[in-house]
């Protein structure tokens, strides 16, 4: 079993992964919390919080990347995606 610290360094090294396509568009990613379920919170900042494009933007980057990288954590949620217009 991983302890809370390993799980956020595991999760980090996976974000650094996807991190430079998020800078180079002035974005990032922060972990918000991990829940005791392994649920991983997470907070679009700078150009993401706002982005119309963050919900691809996670599902495709973000997500995939936790879940390849990270396979204890059993759900991701960012707090601040907004929603897709239509």
């Known amino acids: 079993m ?10 980090e090294t996976s974000l650094n992964s996807i991190r430079p396509y998020l ?5 990032n990613v922060k972990v918000n919390e991990i829940t005791p379920e392994h649920i991983v ?9 706002n982005c119309r494009m963050s919900t691809m933007t996670f599902k ?16 991701i949620e960012v707090i601040n995606l907004t929603p897709i217009a239509n």
Not at 2 to 11: A, F, G, R, V
């Open 2 to 11: 991983n302890t809370l610290e390993e799980l956020t360094q595991k999760i």
């Open 23 to 27: 800078e180079a568009d002035g974005g």
């Open 41 to 49: 919170k997470l907070e679009f900042v700078g150009a993401c919080g």
């Open 60 to 75: 495709a980057g973000v997500e995939a990347a936790i879940k390849r990288d990270v396979p204890e954590i059993k759900g």
